[in-house]
């Protein structure tokens, strides 16, 4: 199985939708709080190169974007292959 990082906040109505779409394909997945830490939204933009809002969503490393890619991944026919790889 891939290796799923997502970054939230809290009341975020995007990460709720990400988070569901993740657990309805019954993958685990480590959430990232940023809410309160402006060192943890640092790492995110850093790895997410430049941007801030959440969810940011990394598949064994790679960031695939927010909700709106991760569900268009899914429409296209391609999350499944991404979230079956093994993480390196």
Known sequence: ???IEIYTTMMC???ARAKNL???KGVD???IDVTFSNAKRGE???RAAGRYTVPQIFINGDGIGGCDELYALE???KLDE???RPAA
């Open 1 to 3: 199985m891939a290796e």
């Open 13 to 15: 109505g995007f990460c």
């Open 22 to 24: 993740l657990k309805k």
């Open 29 to 31: 997945f480590n959430e």
């Open 44 to 46: 995110m933009a850093d």
């Open 75 to 77: 429409r296209e026919g």
């Open 82 to 84: 991404l979230l079956s």
